[in-house]
């Protein structure tokens, strides 16, 4: 009689344990879906970006940055928008020294000057070289009038173009690509001018692979002020011959640098000397170059995540079952300093992301229900009088 209501006890207490890891691991993958429910990921994984990312030798090769900022604007009778005779004589230059392709990053919402509207047009036209412009999709809240015009000019222009969606989360911290939702524009602004015959998945929402600053001390891409290149008559500049010969070649982002405008926050730890706010084309830039690397930052495949979490519950619940409370400091930081180790790891050698704040929680509810267990426990254990 005891052995069979002792059977009955525990097969109570391991169903109970069972429905409790289960129910925990998989709503811990679940709120894995919702940056507010899991904020420690975003707080550690952008420690892990700041530290633990790419970080190449040199310069990266393939891609260079042409800046218009407001040194370059200077001679011009208005700031915004650029004035698309600079941006068309940009476009003959950088044509002749031989890009690859050339990115403007920079929205066409409206006309401005007639004669020099048909000119950035006939640049675009002539050129030998793929042009792509950033473009504002559905999601952008275009007005009638700017989506018209955007239209337009794209269909006369013949240029290639892309969404410039960068996705932030309620921090405002740029950590991925937005997916594509508009029928219209299929691909996003990097990959129609890095991988242009990419398949769909390589759209988004795609966490960006950053790249740290080179080992030898450069910045991350070969970059020119627009105004060392044209002069505002036209004409390319005296150096300007010397300076495109970098341009060969590379993949090239048009765009602008100014303190007040398309100015976006990454993850970045600025005491290690790298900027924690910076231009929209520097963004585009570390998409493009991760594409053209052929590198990537995936989180661990959701049926591999669950299991992982219903494997730290499971152990939890047993280290609470057995130890108590004493199982918090014992179990979850030996626990921890393992799961950071193995996250490092990964990261660093397969390029995949462990949710730290989601496995600590793991933690934390195993050892809760084991604490919380334990009363049953001891009561299957009991010989009835």
Same mark, same amino acid.
């Given at each position: 009689?005891?052995?069979?209501?002792?059977?009955? $006890?525990?097969?109570?207490?391991?169903?109970? %344990?069972?429905?409790?890891?289960?129910?925990?691991?998989?709503?811990?993958?679940? %709120?894995?879906?919702?940056?507010?429910?899991?904020?420690?990921?975003?707080?550690?994984?952008?420690?892990?970006?700041?530290?633990?990312?790419?970080?190449?030798?040199?310069?990266?090769?393939?891609?260079?940055?042409?800046?218009?900022?407001?040194?370059?604007?200077?001679?011009?009778?208005? $700031?915004?928008?650029?004035?698309?005779?600079?941006?068309?004589?940009?476009?003959?230059?950088?044509?002749?020294?031989?890009?690859? %392709?050339?990115?403007?990053?920079?929205?066409?919402?409206?006309?401005?000057?007639?004669?020099?509207?048909?000119?950035?047009?006939?640049?675009?036209?002539?050129?030998?070289? $793929?042009?792509?412009?950033?473009?504002?999709?559905?999601?952008?809240?275009?007005?009638?009038?700017?989506?018209?015009?955007?239209?337009?000019?794209?269909?006369?222009?013949?240029?290639?173009?892309?969404?410039?969606?960068?996705?932030?989360?309620?921090?405002?911290?740029? $950590?991925?690509?937005?997916?594509?939702?508009?029928?219209?524009?299929?691909?996003?602004?990097?990959?129609?001018?890095?991988?242009?015959?990419?398949?769909?998945?390589?759209?988004?929402?795609?966490?960006?692979?950053?790249?740290?600053?080179?080992?030898?001390?450069?910045?991350?891409?070969?970059?020119?002020?627009?105004?060392?290149?044209?002069?505002?008559?036209?004409?390319?500049?005296?150096?300007?011959?010397?300076?495109?010969?970098?341009?060969?070649?590379?993949?090239?982002?048009?765009?602008?640098?100014?303190?007040?405008?398309?100015?976006?926050?990454?993850?970045?730890?600025?005491?290690?000397?790298?900027?924690?706010?910076?231009?929209?084309?520097?963004?585009?830039?570390?998409?493009?170059?991760?594409?053209?690397?052929?590198?990537?930052?995936?989180?661990?495949?959701?049926?591999?995540?669950?299991?992982?979490?219903?494997?730290? %519950?499971?152990?939890?619940?047993?280290?609470?079952?057995?130890?108590?409370?004493?199982?918090?400091?014992?179990?979850?930081?030996?626990?921890?300093?393992?799961?950071?180790?193995?996250?490092?790891?990964?990261?660093?050698?397969?390029?995949?992301?462990?949710?730290?704040?989601?496995?600590?929680?793991?933690?934390?509810?195993?050892?809760?229900?084991?604490?919380?267990?334990?009363?049953?426990?001891?009561?299957?254990?009991?010989?009835?009088?």
């Amino acid at each position: 009689m005891f052995g069979a209501l002792k059977f009955l $006890r525990i097969a109570v207490l391991l169903v109970i %344990a069972g429905a409790w890891v289960a129910a925990s691991a998989w709503g811990l993958t679940q %709120a894995t879906n919702y940056s507010w429910a899991l904020w420690l990921e975003h707080w550690t994984g952008d420690i892990r970006t700041g530290l633990f990312s790419h970080r190449p030798k040199r310069q990266h090769g393939q891609i260079a940055l042409i800046a218009i900022d407001d040194t370059t604007m200077q001679p011009y009778p208005y $700031r915004s928008p650029i004035d698309r005779r600079l941006l068309a004589n940009l476009i003959t230059q950088l044509d002749k020294a031989g890009a690859r %392709a050339i990115g403007l990053d920079f929205l066409f919402l409206k006309p401005t000057e007639k004669d020099k509207d048909r000119e950035i047009i006939a640049a675009i036209r002539a050129a030998r070289t $793929r042009i792509v412009i950033a473009a504002g999709d559905a999601r952008v809240g275009l007005s009638p009038a700017q989506a018209n015009y955007q239209k337009s000019f794209l269909e006369a222009s013949g240029a290639i173009s892309g969404y410039a969606n960068l996705l932030t989360g309620g921090d405002r911290i740029v $950590r991925y690509v937005a997916r594509p939702e508009d029928p219209d524009f299929p691909k996003s602004f990097a990959v129609a001018l890095a991988k242009p015959d990419a398949k769909p998945p390589l759209n988004g929402p795609r966490r960006i692979a950053w790249s740290l600053s080179p080992h030898d001390g450069n910045d991350r891409f070969f970059a020119l002020p627009a105004h060392l290149i044209v002069t505002p008559n036209g004409e390319p500049s005296r150096v300007a011959r010397a300076l495109l010969s970098q341009i060969k070649g590379k993949v090239v982002i048009v765009g602008g640098k100014f303190p007040d405008i398309d100015r976006h926050q990454v993850p970045m730890l600025t005491w290690r000397g790298e900027e924690d706010e910076v231009a929209g084309m520097l963004i585009h830039a570390q998409v493009a170059a991760q594409l053209l690397d052929g590198r990537s930052i995936e989180h661990l495949d959701r049926d591999l995540l669950l299991g992982l979490f219903a494997v730290l %519950a499971l152990l939890g619940l047993w280290f609470g079952l057995r130890h108590g409370l004493v199982a918090v400091s014992l179990y979850a930081t030996t626990a921890s300093v393992l799961v950071v180790a193995a996250d490092i790891a990964l990261f660093q050698f397969a390029g995949r992301i462990i949710p730290f704040g989601a496995c600590f929680a793991a933690l934390v509810l195993g050892v809760a229900g084991g604490i919380m267990l334990r009363p049953l426990a001891r009561l299957a254990m009991v010989r009835p009088t």
